[in-house]
């Protein structure tokens, strides 16, 4: 009877750690999506409201008027002529991307300055993908030529990698990770320092620490925490659930807590408004243990949701669903 008392003891002293640890988390708001008028920074700190034009096959942004954090308009183009724009987090930079649309067709670059000036133009051959970097400083694009090229605010090339299915860089650019079926590659400043196999087909989402010490990667059914400098294990865990796979991850400074999104396919013999019903935003603590989980009602055909981001102080998750983000904040 005392062992089973010392037992109970343990797992209830436990329980009461990790909570200690996660805190509470309250829902401050929801936020609706963004309608296709409006384009923003990662950050959400710099919009852009455009105009399209008519041609549906062809979709075109007519004009651009791009505002600062505090709504006022830093600049605009009233005959932009881009079919995609990409706004840096600092909004110093907008890079936009004009072609036919059609796949391995040449599309050219254009990068704008803080004033909406031309910097530069690059050509690119099908370009499939690309992301800035979270200070702004360093855009890449993966294209059919390039694989993936990183260009500085000013348009110059700065080094060139082998392209991959997945990619995200670190914040201040210096370094990319990559996956390629089903291995993990991480390039400093165009160099390979580091590879890895993840153990599945592909990755659904590559995540690194706000300064580039760890790096995370999600696979369907694993979620890996690697050391950023020579992809040395920190910790890793599983979905072993029937149905459920994840779809997010991202991590607060120095990696103290890690954040994730999970979904759940209800299978092949349901509707498909009604295959995903939920999802679940979960945070990790430093050592891979489940601290908090928050099930999302999607209400909606959601695959690949919640999109789930954590703020580098750890204490604000975002979940972005198929209509609105949900905000948490911790207590």
Not at 2 to 17: H, N, P
Not at 237 to 262: C, H, M, N, Q, W
Request: charged share 20%; with cysteine; net charge neutral.
């Amino acid at each position: 009877m005392k062992r089973k008392m010392l037992v109970l003891g343990a797992v209830l002293l436990g329980c009461m750690i990790l909570a200690a640890q996660a805190g509470t988390w309250d829902l401050v708001r929801t936020e609706p999506l963004g309608a296709g008028t409006t384009l923003t920074s990662e950050n959400g700190r710099y919009s852009a409201k455009v105009a399209w034009g008519v041609d549906p096959m062809n979709p075109t942004i007519v004009s651009l008027t791009l505002a600062g954090p505090d709504g006022g308009a830093l600049w605009s183009s009233p005959a932009l002529g881009e079919n995609a724009c990409f706004i840096a987090n600092d909004g110093r930079t907008v890079v936009g991307i004009r072609g036919s649309g059609i796949e391995a067709m040449p599309a050219t670059l254009t990068f704008y300055g803080s004033r909406g000036e031309k910097k530069a133009e690059v050509k690119v051959r099908g370009p499939s993908g690309t992301a800035f970097s979270q200070d702004g400083s360093t855009f890449f694009v993966r294209s059919l030529d390039l694989g993936l090229g990183a260009f500085d605010r000013s348009g110059k090339k700065l080094w060139q990698v082998p392209g991959g299915r997945l990619f995200t860089p670190s914040s201040d650019g210096k370094r990319l990770a990559v996956e390629d079926q089903g291995n993990l590659f991480l390039y400093e400043q165009g160099k390979l320092v580091g590879k890895e196999p993840l153990g599945e087909l592909f990755a659904v989402a590559l995540s690194f620490s706000p300064e580039a010490d760890f790096l995370a990667a999600a696979t369907a059914h694993r979620l890996v925490v690697y050391r950023a400098n020579d992809l040395g294990l920190v910790w890793k865990t599983e979905i072993k659930e029937p149905g459920r796979s994840f779809t997010s991850v991202s991590l607060s400074l120095k990696a103290e807590e890690t954040a994730a999104g999970v979904d759940y396919d209800a299978g092949l013999n349901v509707s498909p408004d009604k295959r995903y019903p939920k999802g679940d935003a979960v945070l990790f603590g430093a050592n891979g243990k489940k601290l908090w989980s928050q099930e999302i009602a999607l209400g909606g055909f959601a695959p690949h949701r919640p999109l789930v981001s954590l703020t580098e102080d750890g204490r604000i998750i975002r979940a972005v669903g198929v209509d609105q983000t949900f905000v948490y904040e911790q207590k």
